[in-house]
């Protein structure tokens, strides 16, 4: 687990209304987000029933797309 540290910016009534984290935090929590998507893509691409392609045939694929436009 993360551990985060906020700092807590309060209205006049003492209600939190922004947390403030160090730059360290702020960049774990981008990076832990960034895999999670990754995460997030490669099982949604193992529900797909397409037959997976090799990456050069991939690119011959993006390379013809690219001639069309």
Do not use: C, W
């Amino acid at each position: 687990m993360i551990a985060i540290h906020p700092n807590f910016i309060t209205d006049e009534k003492g209600k939190k209304i922004s947390a403030v984290i160090t730059m360290k935090e702020f960049k774990t929590l981008i990076s832990e987000l960034e895999e999670l998507e990754d995460i997030k893509l490669y099982d949604e691409s193992k529900k797909d029933k397409e037959p997976a392609v090799s990456r050069s045939k991939a690119m011959a694929m993006i390379e013809a797309e690219k001639q069309i436009l």
